[in-house]
């Protein structure tokens, strides 16, 4: 069974602070996605990570995928209370099945 | 483009009872995914389906079922209702293959 651990499992930091998420794996995966949830939403894509020591940068928002394709992580600078959310990170297997491997997330809190 | 539609938005159902939730995917997708999240478990796989064919399950009991319809549109019944089944439940539309998920904002389900 493919597991993806996330850490921290919560984070509250002050607005305008740094924070890096992690999410970990003993399995290698095809691509790896990032995801934030808002309470009482759905999860909404962020990033798409397909090759091993890609970067990707969304505004203020840096994701990384390991070289070994095993591990990811986001970066946030300089928080706002907008970035409030719980972050999921899920890959997709090299074996062909369909189903994504979900982490179990990272609550973060940015207070204002 | 219409996003993914999920109806209903919440239900409260007794236990023993059973209910239907419903999924449109994204014109155009045709595989539909359906997760359970709860706080403990984080986002657990139901299962996958891919044109009306199922083409991965998780390790529900069998009281969890699901179809597709030729339209693409999902539907999942759970029967014989338990407390446990407590959660927001999530169908993600994608492409196919390993293609990323697009979600629906969720059906909140409390059994009573």
């Known amino acids: 069974t493919q597991l993806l651990e996330q850490s921290p499992q919560f984070l509250s930091i002050q607005e305008g602070e740094n924070l890096t998420v992690y999410c970990n794996s003993s399995s290698v995966f095809s691509s790896l996605q990032w995801y934030r949830q808002e309470p009482g939403e759905g999860p909404v894509l962020l990033v798409t990570?397909?090759?091993?020591?890609e970067v990707k940068k969304l505004k203020r928002l840096t994701f990384q995928f390991g070289d070994a394709r095993k591990d990811s992580s986001l970066h946030i600078t300089a928080a706002q209370t907008g970035d409030t959310g719980l972050y999921l990170c899920a890959g997709s297997n090299q074996g062909g099945s369909e189903k994504l491997v979900f982490g179990k997330g990272t609550k973060l809190t940015v207070n204002p | 483009k219409a996003g993914v539609t999920q109806t209903p938005r919440y239900l409260i159902k007794t236990r023993g009872q059973q209910v239907t939730l419903s999924c449109s995917p994204i014109?155009?997708?045709?595989?539909v995914s359906w997760y359970q999240q709860t706080p403990g478990q984080g986002l657990q796989f139901l299962f996958e389906y891919f044109s009306e064919t199922q083409r991965n399950k998780g390790n529900f009991p069998g009281r969890f079922s699901g179809r597709q319809f030729s339209n693409s549109r999902s539907e999942m019944n759970v029967s014989t209702l338990e407390l446990g089944d407590s959660a927001l439940y999530l169908c993600?539309?994608?492409?196919?293959?390993?293609?990323?998920?697009?979600f629906g904002q969720g059906t909140r389900l409390t059994v009573v």
């Open positions: 014109s155009g997708h045709r595989s």
């Open positions: 990570v397909v090759t091993g020591g």
């Open positions: 993600a539309s994608g492409l196919g293959r390993n293609t990323e998920a697009f």
